[in-house]
């Protein structure tokens, strides 16, 4: 498979501030279409930014590129 075609990246957050129904510690984890590691967390940094979310540091950013049997579909209009 080509590296370069977008693929989907799980980011893993942990919660600095205590807002809304989060916890100061709280682990989160947020599923991201991105081409690479470093613009898979950039995206998700652009997307996730202002006053309507709680601080965050990115603890992890996994690719799943050889993790699953089946390369998801990402062109699919439907979820199964």
Same mark, same amino acid.
């Given at each position: 498979? /080509?590296?370069?075609? @977008?693929?989907?990246? $799980?980011?893993?957050?942990?919660?600095?501030?205590?807002?809304? /129904?989060?916890? $100061?510690?709280?682990?989160?984890?947020?599923?991201?279409? #991105?081409?690479?590691?470093?613009?898979?967390?950039?995206?998700?940094? /652009?997307?996730?930014?202002?006053?309507?979310?709680? #601080?965050?540091?990115?603890?992890?950013?996994?690719?799943?590129?050889?993790s699953?049997?089946?390369?998801?579909?990402?062109?699919? @209009?439907?979820? $199964?």
């Amino acid at each position: 498979m /080509d590296k370069r075609r @977008k693929r989907i990246f $799980i980011i893993t957050i942990e919660i600095e501030d205590q807002v809304w /129904d989060y916890e $100061i510690g709280q682990i989160v984890t947020i599923p991201v279409i #991105s081409n690479n590691e470093y613009n898979a967390a950039l995206t998700f940094e /652009d997307r996730h930014c202002g006053s309507e979310y709680p #601080s965050y540091s990115i603890l992890k950013v996994y690719d799943t590129l050889n993790s699953f049997l089946f390369m998801p579909d990402l062109k699919s @209009k439907t979820l $199964i």
